[in-house]
């Protein structure tokens, strides 16, 4: 099972980004894909989920309507697309999965129980 997130960068404020998290060793189709970012100093904090099964949706209240999480079957991908970006938003992105937990609104607060994370891409924002 690996997990690679791909796509950060040096942004400006107000500006947009999309996040990919190419999945290997299990397919998206039927496994839960979470986004996680943690920044220097602060806790992990739980950013979007989608599900497997009918692709329903959870996100933080932070990111709630600037952020879209959304999968590509085909390439086993997920993505997080991240609009409107703010200095605050700064931080490493990490995606994860976990076997037995579904998406919902405690993964995101629990994301401890999430057995297999990737390497993280850096997300940076610019005032």
């Known amino acids: 099972v690996q997990l690679q997130a791909y796509g950060g960068g040096l942004v400006q404020a107000g500006d947009s980004l999309r996040l990919s998290c190419v999945a290997s060793?299990?397919?998206?189709?039927?496994?839960?894909i979470g986004w996680f970012r943690q920044a220097p100093g602060k806790e992990r904090e739980g950013v979007s989920c989608?599900?497997?099964?009918?692709?329903?949706?959870v996100y933080g209240d932070s990111v709630k309507g600037r952020f879209t999480i959304s999968r590509d079957r085909a390439k086993n991908t997920v993505y997080l697309q991240m609009n409107s970006l703010r200095p605050e938003d700064t931080a490493t992105y990490y995606c994860?999965?976990?076997?037995?937990?579904?998406?919902?609104?405690?993964?995101?607060?629990?994301?401890?129980?999430?057995?297999?994370w990737g390497k993280g891409t850096q997300v940076t924002v610019s005032s």
């Open positions: 994860a999965t976990d076997f037995e937990a579904p998406c919902s609104a405690s993964i995101l607060q629990y994301s401890h129980v999430m057995d297999y």
């Open positions: 060793g299990f397919s998206v189709d039927y496994y839960d």
């Open positions: 989608i599900s497997s099964s009918d692709g329903r949706t």
